[in-house]
């Protein structure tokens, strides 16, 4: 188990712990109390530490461990079945990674694509910026991995609350709402286009696809497809292949793009809802800080007004919408996600299996039901307990 005292669920540390099937509890804030060698309860599904556990109750929960990971265990051996609705709507369950290898990891637990690779921790682990080459040999990695099925790579998303050695980036007031991502990429082309164009040559071994972070503005997008274009004139001239066509999208993580999501679709392919930041943006929360967790609520009705439209816009343009975000991966909200159209949903290797579950137990038709009658709801918390009462009706 791991237990922090400060960062929350969608911190990058609780992420990666996900992907490592950790049982983590993020943002205790005091730990004082926690003495060297003694024995703790970590309850990562509810977000509860134990101390002080007589042996009785120690022997209760490591039998509700135990008998949670056979559950998993049986989901995960239903892993190749597709994901499919009851009513017959096949939905795009994609896993999220953090490098090439956990491509074949998020496969065997019923992954059909990649819809987020998140890039920046080639950039972190080393002193040095990551040269083309290396970078091309990882892409080319994942998606020789996925034999032809979509692996989105976004491009770096640096700042934040990851720091890189090889770029020394300003100690900020707001580090979240600074210098970061696409901003920092859009200021320095050079490395921009350096990963663009290993993506671009790893698009010729498999079906590669880019997506910019933290877009907030049409002329960011313009921008980001000027570099494209710059990077694909270069390799034309040096007669490397690539593909002509390769797919574009945008994280929708900036409230600014989803309340205007109609104004974005001429300008990208997909859409993918990046929640983790939408959800902090939104409701003016530090999806860092421990002592506003709780005000931290992805079914906050705000939110899910920005999802509703975000995809609305996007099948008006014949366009498909993902969610790489942690809420992608939260079984409380498959239902509505599914109801209010969700054509994609990626998330870490280890949620898969629940999700296809859910997917599988339930039709469109009774998911939009939910959907509206969630939209109806003025607080977070009612619209938690409703989800939560329609998955346990249905024994979910
Ligand atoms: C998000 O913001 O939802 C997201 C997927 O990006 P990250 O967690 O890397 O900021
Ligand atoms: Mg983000």
Known sequence: GLVTASGGPTSHAAIMARTLEIPAVMGLGDISKFESGEKAVVKGTDGEVLLHVSDADFEKYAAEAKAYREHLQVL??????????KDGKEILLFGNIGKAEDASHACHLGAEGIGLFRTEFLYMKNDELPSEDMQFEVYKKAVGRLGGRP?????????GDKEL???QLPKEMNPFLGYRAIRISLDRTDIFKTQIRAILR?????EAQIMYPMIASVEEIKAANAVVETAKEELRAEGIAFNEDIQIGIMVEIPAVAVAAELFTPHVDFFSIGTNDLCQYTLAVDRMNEN??????????????LIKHTIWASHEAKQITGMCGEMAGDPVATMILLGLGLD???MSASAIPV???????????????????ALTMSTATEIVAYAKTVLAEKGL
């Open 76 to 85: 995960k051996e239903s892993a190749a079945l597709p994901a499919v609705t």
């Open 151 to 159: 692996v989105i790579i976004r491009t770096m998303d640096i700042g």
């Open 165 to 167: 050695k090889c770029l």
């Open 202 to 206: 790893a698009s010729a071994f498999g």
């Open 292 to 305: 506003i967790g709780h005000l931290y609520q992805p079914l906050h009705p705000a939110v899910l007004r």
């Open 344 to 346: 994609e949903f990626s």
């Open 355 to 373: 999700v296809k579950n859910i997917v599988r137990s339930v039709t469109i038709e009774e998911c939009k039901a939910v959907a509206e009658k």
